[in-house]
């Protein structure tokens, strides 16, 4: 099996190598790409969609996006792009418990659960631009400038989304 690694140093690899490959990045970063898309979008089920989608397109083109430095970065775009699409498109609000969204308890870990719950409900509350930017820059741990790169906005304004977005969780935990 060629790895991603040596695809990207310009080795040849067949059809078979590639999609082992795929299966491989899949297998590693699925779960990942699923937890960051419910945390932008507030709706498991949307989430699904939009990793599916992502996946499908990445496998489509899986030869090119291989040998970038990041796919995961790539994959990542795909689904604020998408959601972005979605939400244009929809132009609709879907209220999501965010009891849907944990996975199920551990014993003993009440109070971890609890705390998981209270903290999607205050990301679910804010607006869709500021919950984007607040997850690209404290779960997925971007940088200003990339968070800007990846949502086709300036620096500044990805800022102050960042900005207003934690006043307002800061609101819901005082």
Same mark, same amino acid.
């Given at each position: 099996?060629?790895?991603?690694?040596?695809?990207?140093?310009?080795?040849?690899?067949?059809? !078979?190598? !590639?999609?082992?490959?795929?299966?491989?990045?899949?297998?590693?970063?699925?779960?990942? %790409? %699923?937890?960051?898309?419910?945390? /932008?979008?507030?709706?498991?089920?949307?989430?699904?969609?939009?990793?599916?989608?992502?996946?499908?397109?990445?496998?489509?083109?899986?030869?090119?996006?291989?040998?970038?430095?990041?796919?995961?970065?790539?994959?990542?775009?795909?689904?604020? $792009?998408? $959601?972005?699409?979605?939400?244009?498109?929809?132009?609709?609000? &879907?209220?999501?418990?965010?009891?849907?969204?944990?996975?199920?308890?551990?014993? #003993?870990?009440?109070? &971890? /659960? @609890?705390?998981?719950?209270?903290?999607?409900?205050?990301?679910?509350?804010?607006?869709?631009?500021?919950?984007?930017?607040?997850?690209?820059?404290?779960?997925?741990?971007?940088?200003?400038?990339?968070?800007?790169?990846? &949502?086709?906005?300036?620096? #500044?304004?990805?800022? @102050?989304?960042?900005?207003? #977005?934690?006043? !307002?969780?800061?609101?819901?935990?005082?």
């Amino acid at each position: 099996m060629v790895g991603a690694g040596s695809v990207a140093e310009g080795a040849p690899h067949d059809a !078979s190598s !590639s999609s082992e490959s795929f299966d491989d990045w899949v297998r590693a970063r699925q779960d990942a %790409l %699923l937890r960051f898309a419910t945390l /932008i979008t507030a709706d498991s089920d949307l989430a699904r969609d939009l990793v599916q989608d992502a996946l499908t397109r990445m496998y489509a083109r899986w030869s090119r996006v291989s040998r970038l430095e990041g796919p995961d970065a790539y994959a990542r775009r795909i689904i604020v $792009n998408q $959601n972005v699409s979605r939400w244009r498109r929809d132009r609709r609000v &879907t209220v999501v418990d965010p009891a849907e969204m944990v996975s199920t308890p551990v014993p #003993g870990h009440e109070s &971890t /659960i @609890s705390d998981r719950v209270t903290i999607l409900a205050a990301l679910a509350r804010l607006p869709r631009d500021q919950r984007v930017a607040v997850v690209l820059r404290y779960y997925e741990d971007l940088s200003y400038q990339e968070i800007a790169t990846l &949502t086709g906005v300036r620096e #500044g304004t990805v800022r @102050s989304r960042v900005s207003r #977005g934690i006043s !307002s969780l800061e609101g819901d935990f005082r």
